[in-house]
């Protein structure tokens, strides 16, 4: 059992729930607010290597293929009733509409690129990669800092995982960047 003055800590995906234990017959407990950005976007706040990461994705990925495709970054989707914000989604090309802004995108993206965050589970991203298919999303990327690498799923379960010093290929898509400009 716990002492009188022990803590325990426990670290959730979506928030934080810190626990003191006051004694053997009393608990307190004190759930920390989620903040505006996770509440918005139902994910945790972006560290600074995910934040340079999701950049260096779009400049990678735009520089090369801005007229096959429309990259956004922190697009919401609505989704037949789920929603859910993507690091970066990839659109047929489509100009942009500057006299009717969309704040929830009802279309699903072509592919979604998620980046893994200190504050996540790996498991947390698979299962949402395989609810994006569900949508009609034809790929998405997982990519994973702390192993240098990113992970591209065709379809649920089926993925190629690509190393710093691979060329990652998404094949339905058409899509080639060196991993090495993802982590750069």
Not at 28 to 54: C, L, W
Not at 68 to 88: A, H, I, M, N, Q
Not at 157 to 168: I, L, M, R, S
Request: with cysteine; glycine share 6%; charged share 20%.
């Amino acid at each position: 059992m716990f002492g009188i003055k022990s803590k325990v800590y426990c670290l959730s995906v979506q928030h934080l729930f810190i626990t003191f234990v006051k004694n053997f017959n009393r608990m307190d407990t004190f759930v920390a607010p989620f903040t505006d950005y996770e509440t918005e976007r139902g994910k945790p706040m972006p560290s600074f290597n995910h934040s340079a990461i999701q950049v260096n994705a779009v400049i990678a990925l735009a520089s090369r293929y801005r007229t096959k495709y429309r990259f956004t970054s922190e697009t919401s989707l609505e989704l037949e009733g789920w929603g859910s914000t993507p690091d970066v989604l990839i659109f047929p090309p489509t100009p942009l509409n500057l006299k009717a802004d969309k704040v929830k995108v009802k279309e699903s993206p072509l592919g979604i690129i998620e980046i893994l965050s200190p504050t996540q589970s790996l498991n947390d991203l698979v299962d949402k990669a395989d609810q994006y298919f569900e949508y009609g999303v034809k790929s998405c990327w997982i990519i994973i800092p702390s192993m240098g690498g990113v992970a591209i799923y065709s379809a649920p379960g089926k993925y190629t995982f690509f190393n710093e010093n691979d060329t990652a290929r998404d094949q339905v898509l058409g899509l080639e960047v060196p991993v090495a400009e993802l982590f750069a």
